[in-house]
């Protein structure tokens, strides 16, 4: 016969509960932190040569990186060492850029000969690049050890808007993008008055049909927001009507074509009434029109007392 033995199970009271003999016992994790400690006080643990001078280091490191981290300065810090190790920005390649100089690139970024690759962010360099009066995009790229690609995609300056006294240069959309500083801009159109920019590029661009008067135009004046002026390069206006703009010019073509009207010594053409065109003159011309005027009336009047006698 075989006896059959049961398996004995071990009782083990809750460490939270008391012992046997009324004692109360740790719980486990301090349990451990205990017997470590014990251990490391009887000298049963022993550590690597030099670890305390290596923990030592690595406190006071930390407490270093903590402290510029406070006060702002473990930027510096790590560009100062980076650029220390090779990483200093010697180059900086810029293309596509026509308006925009490298030096004032330079400038915006604030690069000085120390500047670290490894520190330069480059949303940062994108953001201040991109803030430049003639950038509409740009791309930055490090490329190690020491060089910056920039690339540009500059805007195009459609025309001159004068508001003012001020003179700014302008896209066809209307955006201004800098003060003019310089007359190398000065065979662009100019566009005078308030909200003259914002229409001005759908407006010239009807004057493709007529460029003989198209060429002489010296300004684009705009009216109280709803109508145009045409200044002449040889000081003649001419007034064009709210509507039916193609109209008024083709009058005004006619006329110069067979009488050569731009030509002769007056101040304005009005083309704004749609049955009436009135051309106003000079100041000079008006003059010499009412002495011719006075001398035919009195050779009329001459003229007739004679035939009476």
Do not use: C
């Not at 009887?42 to 690597?48: D, K, P, Q, T, V």
């Not at 040569?49 to 270093?64: D, E, K, Q, R, W």
């Not at 330069?120 to 060089?147: C, N, Q």
Request: neutral net charge.
């Amino acid at each position: 016969m075989f006896a059959l033995r049961g398996r004995k199970t071990r009782l083990r009271a809750p460490l939270e509960a008391a012992d046997l003999d009324g004692q109360r016992v740790l719980p486990r994790p301090l349990r451990r932190v205990v017997r470590f400690l014990i251990s490391l006080g009887a000298g049963r643990i022993h550590f690597m040569p030099y670890t305390g001078t290596i923990s030592a280091a690595v406190f006071l490191a930390a407490t270093g990186f903590y402290g510029m981290s406070l006060g702002g300065h473990s930027q510096n810090v790590a560009q100062a060492t980076t650029s220390a190790v090779g990483f200093a920005i010697e180059d900086v390649k810029v293309s596509g850029n026509d308006q925009t100089s490298e030096i004032d690139i330079l400038q915006q970024l604030g690069l000085d000969g120390t500047t670290s690759l490894v520190a330069l962010d480059i949303d940062v360099a994108r953001k201040l690049i991109s803030e430049m009066p003639w950038v509409e995009t740009v791309a930055v790229r490090k490329v190690y050890p020491g060089t910056i690609e920039v690339t540009l995609k500059e805007r195009k300056a459609f025309g001159i808007w004068q508001h003012g006294s001020d003179l700014s240069l302008i896209e066809a959309s209307g955006s201004v993008i800098a003060p003019l500083r310089d007359n190398k801009f000065s065979e662009l159109p100019l566009f005078v008055g308030r909200d003259a920019e914002t229409s001005a590029a759908e407006f010239y661009a009807r004057f493709s049909q007529w460029p003989e008067i198209s060429k002489r135009v010296k300004a684009y004046v705009r009216v109280a927001g709803r109508r145009w002026d045409l200044m002449l390069d040889n000081g003649i206006t001419i007034k064009l009507p709210e509507q039916d703009i193609e109209r008024a010019m083709q009058v005004l073509s006619t006329m110069d074509e067979g009488q050569q009207l731009l030509e002769r010594d007056i101040a304005a053409v009005d083309l704004r009434l749609e049955d009436r065109t009135t051309v106003q003159l000079t100041k000079e011309a008006a003059a010499r029109r009412d002495v011719a005027l006075e001398a035919r009336t009195k050779k009329l009047k001459k003229l007739e007392q004679e035939n009476r006698t």
